[in-house]
């Protein structure tokens, strides 16, 4: 399989927007848009590196926030361009660098800051900071379908004039010919750098592929990767911003109750959830970890459950949504779950995760290393043995062999339907 880098162009200005600051500082739903667009980019499949291409001028206040956001979502530290060990959770690096005069310029600097593992390149606007990471998913597809570049493209809705520089029309084209076409735009890693070896200008990378005389297809854009120019088109983000939360709309936030065995994958799930939309992800392990720690011995199962139901209460009580991460092995504690949902009036989905392959659970369960400071995992008899009453939730996923961002996406789709 191959490894896939996003370069993320923040290096502009943004001189028509008009800004105190650099575009992709600007921001939209609380977060600077070149965190969105990181955030979305690396939850793709097959991520492994993503750079960020950042004004000299302003190189400081990038990387500050981008440490911030490497902490926080587990990036490994470190600016430079050499190849880095994948975490645990799959997270990919990051890498900063600065850019250039023209779009161009900055998306040759970010080219050279790549893994030399990388075969597969998307390019990516900082200003369409609300790009799905279904989007990068499909462009990602295509390029691997064999397409030399895949642009998204909408198809154009005015008449679009061509005219001369007296402003006389020269051409009417064809309108159901014509797409305008967004980022990500997806290379094989060859062809984009040879692209890019003449070093010539253009408004779009694939525009360089197409002159060397590269093969160019257009799949579908999305709507929701608007690329911020003017003032309005950030009215028109924030909006989109808005009504894409969970919980914004007036059907207000949901509980997403994730349950089954230990090493079955919840935690990794959960993750990929928060990835891709925000949400609480609320452990019970984490929290029971929290209270051996301050000397409150062994724990027993019900207080860290009764501490995890008060605080997604709290949560869905700010309209946040929740993802709880327990193994909710008992009928008990499957209806404490819901009645946290009904006392704040929150959708509740019950989803159960199973592992279909003893081996493959096994070797999670055996294979893994602790990831909160204290914590010790079950072993697998222990695991074997656990008590487990059967369940009928709304969503039952098998991890045996699937990635936690297709499960993710499985989820955040079962989640749209619950509320309609
Ligand atoms: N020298 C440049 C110019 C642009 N970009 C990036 O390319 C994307 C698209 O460019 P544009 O929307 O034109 O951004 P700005 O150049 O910042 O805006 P303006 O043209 O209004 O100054 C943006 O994410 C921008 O940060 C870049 O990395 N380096
Ligand atoms: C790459 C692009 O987003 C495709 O539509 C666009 O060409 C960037 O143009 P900008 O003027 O640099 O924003």
Redesign the pocket.
């Known amino acids: 399989m191959s490894a896939v880098g996003v370069v993320i162009v923040a290096g502009g200005l943004g001189t028509r927007l008009g800004a105190d600051r650099p575009k992709a500082l600007v921001e939209v739903a609380g977060e600077a848009m070149v965190v969105h667009a990181v955030r979305r980019a690396r939850a793709a499949a097959g991520v492994q590196q993503v750079v960020v291409v950042v004004p000299a001028s302003h190189r400081a206040e990038f990387d500050l926030l981008l440490r911030r956001e490497r902490v926080s979502c587990g990036f490994p530290e470190g600016g430079g361009s050499t190849t880095r060990a994948l975490d645990p959770d799959g997270f990919p690096g990051m890498t900063v660098v600065e850019g250039g005069a023209e ?1 161009t310029d900055s998306v040759a600097a970010g080219l050279q800051a790549l893994d030399e593992q990388v075969d597969v390149v998307l390019v990516h ?1 900082a ?2 900071a609300l790009a799905p990471t279904t989007l990068f998913d499909a462009v990602v597809a295509a390029v691997r379908a064999g397409a030399d570049a895949v642009v998204p493209g909408l198809p154009v809705t005015d008449t679009v004039k061509q005219v001369d520089a007296a402003g006389h029309v020269v051409a009417t084209p064809d309108r159901s010919t014509l797409r305008a ?3 990500p735009q997806g290379f094989a890693r060859a062809a984009l750098e040879r692209a890019h070896t003449g070093g010539d200008q253009a ?2 990378d694939a525009a360089l592929v197409e002159r060397q005389g590269g093969t160019v297809v257009v799949i579908d854009g999305d709507t929701q990767a608007i ?1 911020v ?1 003017h003032p309005a088109d950030l009215e028109a983000v924030e909006r989109l911003a808005a009504a894409a939360t969970p919980g914004a709309g007036p059907e207000g936030p949901a509980l997403v109750v994730l349950g089954g065995l230990p090493g079955v994958g919840k935690t990794s799930l959960a993750r990929a959830i928060a990835r891709r939309t925000p949400v609480a992800h609320l452990r019970v392990d984490t929290i029971e970890t929290g209270l051996r720690r301050v000397g409150a011995g062994e724990v027993p199962p019900e207080t860290g459950y009764a501490i995890a139901f008060e605080v997604a209460g709290d949560q869905l009580a700010l309209g946040t949504s929740v993802v709880a991460d327990t193994v909710n092995p008992l009928l008990v504690t499957r209806e404490a779950w819901r009645a946290v949902a009904a006392r704040h009036d929150a959708r509740v989905l019950e989803i159960e995760l199973v592992c279909s392959d003893p081996a493959v659970h096994e070797a999670r369960v055996t294979g893994r290393v602790p990831d909160i400071e204290g914590h010790v995992d079950p072993t697998w008899q222990e695991v074997r043995d656990r008590e487990y009453a059967a369940w009928d939730p709304d969503l039952r996923l098998d991890t045996a062999h699937a990635t936690s961002d297709d499960l993710a996406q499985a989820v955040l789709t079962a989640l749209a339907a619950s509320r309609q």
Do not use: G
């Open positions: 779009r606007d200003a369409r076409v967004q980022t408004t779009d690329k120019t």
